[in-house]
């Protein structure tokens, strides 16, 4: 019933940008707290950036910070991340969250996308 289906992943090279998209079905969006998690090879899946109800408070892992930029749609039942200044280090599987509880803990979160690949490289 609930599905999270992630848009807007590629191949860009260091220094650009990509705007990645979540629309959610099957779950009351406005009332979820939403999440971008990633995952790199070899790796855990790692807190990206988390937005409440609102939409008004924001929270981002030190390593994105002035440079992603979380946000919502519940209009449209969508989320969003801007990403900037795209780094190697950011290539991974990029997922959205839905949950209930504004943390930055992936167990946290209720229901997950099946993730769109980023790839920074030159």
């Known amino acids: 019933q609930v599905q999270l289906v992630e848009s807007g992943g590629g191949l860009v090279q260091p220094g650009g940008s990509l705007r990645l998209s979540c629309a959610a079905s099957g779950v009351a969006f406005s009332r979820h707290v939403m999440g971008w998690f990633r995952q790199a090879p070899g790796k855990e899946r790692e807190f990206v950036a988390r937005i409440s109800l609102s939409g008004i408070n924001t929270d981002y892992v030190d390593s994105v910070k002035g440079r992603f930029t979380i946000s919502r749609d519940n209009a449209k039942n969508t989320v969003y991340l801007q990403m900037n200044s795209l780094k190697p280090e950011d290539t991974a599987v990029y997922y959205c969250?839905?949950?209930?509880?504004?943390?930055?803990?992936?167990?946290?979160?209720?229901?997950w996308g099946q993730g769109t690949q980023v790839t920074v490289s030159s």
């Open positions: 969250a839905a949950g209930r509880i504004f943390t930055v803990l992936a167990r946290s979160y209720d229901y």
